[in-house]
């Protein structure tokens, strides 16, 4: 398995865009979770779905931030307009339902940069 | 209530030593405590996990110390070694209405000096 893929690894882009992180999670996985990383906040949790439903958004920052998941194979964070305050590392992670499954697997980041 | 406290936020260790990180929390419906690894430039790896009907859990050079009166838990790292040298997070998940949602400590970067 090819493990959660996440892209682009890097994304620079000017105040004002619209960005758009992609995440493929682990298959047969039906939890998907988005997370922002940063050094001040740590781990934040912005969003999580179970199969393909968004279950709790409440940690998403304001409404220029939306996240969708059309299929289980596949989910976005957009953020419109993008902020420099939004700059940071976003990770998705996936995992399985069932109390005996090992917790979340995470990808590898996207590191964004709002100049 | 639904945050986990972690420290210390840095910690420089001896090969050899024993690395000790700590946390604690409040919310007594947690019922699952991972511990997680990251490296720079990678994402968080599940590294070690309890739940709280064990007092203590270990795997290899990583053993986890659950005090459930206390609502404290801990990670030691015998022998700790110059590749364990990373940011390492613990975090406390419930499961009202089966949900896996994790809130994770602030993150502690460990160094090992060869």
């Known amino acids: 398995d090819a493990g959660v893929i996440q892209s682009p690894r890097h994304e620079v882009t000017e105040m004002g865009q619209e960005v758009t992180l992609r995440c493929k999670p682990i298959s047969g996985h039906d939890y998907l979770f988005w997370y922002r990383q940063t050094m001040m906040r740590g781990l934040e949790l912005l969003i999580y779905?179970?199969?393909?439903?968004?279950?709790?958004d409440s940690g998403m920052p304001e409404d220029r931030f939306s996240a969708k998941m059309p299929n289980a194979s596949f989910s976005t964070l957009k953020i419109q307009p993008s902020e420099p305050r939004d700059s940071a590392v976003y990770f998705c992670a996936s995992r399985p339902s069932g109390l005996g499954s090992s917790g979340y697997t995470f990808g590898s980041g996207t590191r964004l940069t709002v100049v | 209530q639904q945050q986990v406290k972690q420290s210390p936020q840095s910690l420089i260790v001896q090969k050899g030593g024993i690395s000790i990180i700590n946390c604690a929390y409040e919310?007594?419906?947690?019922?699952?405590f991972p511990w997680y690894q990251q490296f720079p430039g990678k994402g968080p790896a599940l590294l070690i996990a309890i739940r709280p009907d064990v007092s203590e859990k270990k795997e290899g050079r990583f053993t986890i110390s659950f005090n459930k009166s206390a609502k404290q838990f801990s990670l030691h790292i015998m022998d700790s070694q110059p590749g364990d040298s990373a940011t390492y997070f613990c975090a406390a998940s419930m499961r009202p209405a089966g949900t896996y949602k994790y809130i994770f400590g602030t993150g502690t970067r460990l160094k090992v000096l060869a």
């Open positions: 779905f179970n199969n393909n439903v968004p279950i709790d």
């Open positions: 919310n007594t419906a947690f019922d699952y």
